[in-house]
Structures are given as C-alpha cells and as structure tokens.
C-alpha cells in the first residue's frame, strides 16, 4: 500500500509542477508580450512627438497642440512633449496654461535651460516678476552665457527695483 500512495504522492508533485512550470511560462510569454506591444506604442507615440516638434517649427501652434495632446502620457511620457504644448500655449497667449505644462516639463527634466528659459518668460508674461526673475536665474546657474536670460533678468530686477520704488513713495 505505500507503494501506491508514494506514486500518488509522486504523481501530484508532478502535476502541481507541471502547473507551476506551465503558469510561469504563460507570465513570461503574457510580460514578452505586454513589453513588445509597449515598445510599439512609444515608437509611435516618438514619430507623434516629431511630428507635432515640426508643426511647432512651422508656426503651426494649434494643431502642434493637437498633434502633442493627444499622446497618452501612460504610452510615453517625455519633457519635450510639455514643453512644445507649453510653449504652443505661449504662442497663442494662453499663458496660464502655457505654465502649466512648462511645470510638468520641468517635472521630468529640472535641469533644462529652455524649459526654465520659457517659464521664465511665461511668469513674466504673467506679471509675477519674483517667480520670472528666479527662473531666468536657474537658467544662467547652468548656462552662464545666455545673453538673452541675463537681459531678461536685467529687465525684470529693474522693473521690480521700480515697483519697490513706486510702492514706497505711496
């Protein structure tokens, strides 16, 4: 009788084996799989990011707009994307919105002089000329020779100089 129980006993452990072997295959096959059609997407969601780049380049700022809107930031995410619909914003003067997306574009890239270089602006375009004028000072930390972010700066630290006096003489 323990013969036969030793072969049942065996005989489960081969069959819960088989089981397991056949599951884990099956996750690997399933995660191949999920990972390949990922890929795929990014790729085409990259040929969109280019696409809505030159439409940006082209002065197309609305339809950039559409073109980079409508990638799905759980197929790709990437500053680039923000960064041209932040600055199509810009363009069409939609600046509150404009800082919105620059934000996110900083999120995924804090050490990027155009995007600091546009939010700088945008703040400006805003009237918060503390927030511009710290901007513009980001940029020059990691690109000292920007002549544009330092006349900028130079522009909104007189303009405040001139608030803080205005505001004094009242």
């Known amino acids: 009788m323990r013969v036969q129980g030793s072969r049942s006993s065996s005989l489960l452990i081969a069959v819960v084996t088989v089981a397991l072997v056949g599951t884990i295959l099956a996750a690997v096959y399933l995660n191949q799989k999920h990972r390949a059609?990922?890929?795929t997407q990014s790729k085409e969601a990259m040929?969109?990011?280019n696409q809505g780049i030159a439409q940006f380049r082209q002065s197309q700022y609305k339809q950039s707009l559409e073109t980079l809107g409508g990638i799905s930031e759980d197929v790709y995410q990437d500053w680039h994307v923000n960064y041209y619909m932040g600055s199509s914003l810009m363009m069409l003067?939609?600046?509150e919105l404009a800082a919105v997306e620059l934000e996110k574009?900083?999120?995924?890239n804090a050490e990027e002089?155009?995007?600091l270089y546009a939010l700088g602006v945008v703040y400006y375009k805003l009237g918060n000329l503390s927030?511009?004028?710290a901007y513009f000072g980001k940029v020059l930390e990691y690109d000292p020779g920007n002549e544009d972010a330092r006349?900028?700066?130079d522009i909104v630290a007189n303009l405040e100089r001139r608030q803080q006096e205005n505001g004094s003489k009242q």
């Open 105 to 108: 574009a900083l999120l995924l």
């Open 151 to 153: 006349g900028l700066l």
């Open 37 to 39: 059609e990922k890929e």
């Open 113 to 115: 002089p155009v995007i």
């Open 131 to 133: 927030l511009s004028r």
């Open 93 to 95: 003067n939609e600046h």
């Open 47 to 49: 040929q969109v990011v």
